[in-house]
């Protein structure tokens, strides 16, 4: 499910992660989204022992902004496609959509465990910029989360 859709402006930003899966605990997941006005808005759902899901929103500022385009920019991630890439599965699935300047690119997979799952697919080297990129960006929001929220949100 990729696509690149011709935007309008230049300086449009929009970032939404999602990984997840359902399994005994129910509809466990993770998702964070970076709005173009800097609103931020993470989402952590884990039903283990009666938890509850965790929801947050804080406003970050244009420093923060320029430093997830940059991240997104230097992962190559926009050169790549994901038609051959594991479709989701029972183990879960993990969405990446972007929207960087006139570039709308989205991808899905299934939920990558370590390097070994990239390593089995037939284009292991798109995957690993995928892979290290979701990294990337959710130890970027790990840090913002856990400064302005006092949590531990992975």
């Not at 509850?52 to 804080?58: A, F, P, T, V, Y």
């Not at 879960?92 to 570039?103: A, F």
Request: glycine content about 6%; proline content about 2%.
């Amino acid at each position: 499910l990729f696509s690149v859709i011709a935007m309008a402006s230049e300086e449009e930003f929009y970032l939404r992660y999602y990984v997840g899966h359902k399994g005994k605990f129910g509809h466990e997941f993770l998702e964070f989204e970076i709005r173009p006005n800097g609103l931020l808005r993470y989402a952590n759902n884990s039903c283990y022992r009666g938890s509850k899901i965790l929801r947050k929103e804080m406003s970050v500022d244009t420093s923060v902004l320029d430093e997830a385009k940059n991240i997104i920019e230097e992962s190559g991630i926009t050169e790549e496609n994901d038609d051959k890439w594991p479709m989701s599965n029972e183990t879960g699935r993990q969405e990446l959509e972007v929207v960087l300047g006139k570039r709308h690119i989205s991808f899905v997979t299934s939920k990558i465990n370590s390097l070994i799952d990239v390593d089995a697919c037939k284009d292991a080297e798109g995957l690993k910029v995928f892979y290290f990129l979701a990294q990337d960006l959710r130890l970027l929001v790990s840090a913002l989360t856990s400064a302005h929220f006092k949590i531990k949100p992975f």
